[in-house]
């Protein structure tokens, strides 16, 4: 069973404890992410929005920290900015038959 998502934030990870985070606490901090991403590129969310190929209402919903994004445009939002979020085994589990 899989149970942390783990963010990679070249020259970082940060990894989230799904069973012990809740899921507005990691969209907050993902939200943050994103909006310190986008202000070191120098775009506002309108920006960001059109070159992601994304709503700008999106964008504001994940900078603000709402918990119920639809995970493929988050995936796409990250994709722009250069990162992604990938599932992996914790490591007190064994990464066989995965």
Request: proline share 4%; glycine share 8%; hydrophobic share 45%.
């Amino acid at each position: 069973m899989i149970s942390e998502i783990c963010l990679y934030l070249y020259p970082i990870r940060m990894i989230f404890d799904v069973a012990a985070l809740s899921r507005t606490n990691m969209m907050a901090t993902i939200g943050k992410f994103v909006a310190s991403r986008r202000k070191a590129l120098r775009l506002t969310q309108e920006e960001l929005a059109f070159q992601s190929g994304l709503g700008y209402r999106f964008v504001r919903e994940v900078e603000g920290g709402k918990p119920t994004v639809q995970f493929n445009k988050l995936e796409q939002l990250l994709a722009f900015l250069g990162f992604s979020l990938v599932p992996t085994p914790n490591s007190s589990q064994s990464t066989e038959g995965l």
